[in-house]
Nanobody
Framework: QVQLVESGGGLVQAGGSLRLSCAASGLTFSRYVMAWFLQAPGKEREFVAVIRRSDGSTYYADSVKGRFTISRDSGKKTVYLQMNSLKPEDTAVYYC?????????????????????WGQGTQVTVAS
């Protein structure tokens, strides 16, 4: 049984930082592309960042480029999202997701519908 468990969300002032963690179990972590998505109330789920397992390459949404960093620790089966210079518009529920690496191009992994496994989400609230 695959489980993705997020942690690290919370309330932070604008300009502050948070680090989200997603611990995976029940899957061969090294075979999976791991990603973060966000969902604000009344809006569709949006891509934030992805890290591939093959070469560790990373891709980001334009809105977070230069502020957020995705990383993975294969030994701990955990993926992280370091979020710096947070803005009120970053407020959302953040979800961790996983899909088997299939050699797709970067655009493929920006589509939330391609992912097989999801965490329960963690709330991030940025106060102005």
């Amino acid at each position: 049984q695959v489980q993705l468990v997020e942690s690290g969300g919370g309330l932070v002032q604008a300009g502050g930082s948070l680090r989200l963690s997603c611990a995976a179990s029940g899957l061969t972590f090294s075979r999976y592309v791991m990603a973060w998505f966000l969902q604000a109330p009344g809006k569709e789920r949006e891509f934030v960042a992805v890290i591939r397992r093959s070469d560790g390459s990373t891709y980001y949404a334009d809105s977070v480029k230069g502020r957020f960093t995705i990383s993975r620790d294969s030994g701990k089966k955990t993926v992280y999202l370091q979020m710096n210079s947070l803005k009120p518009e970053d407020t959302a529920v953040y979800y961790c997701a996983a899909v088997r690496e299939n050699g797709g191009n970067p655009a493929y992994y920006r589509d939330y519908r391609k992912y097989d496994y999801w965490g329960q989400g963690t709330q991030v609230t940025v106060a102005s």
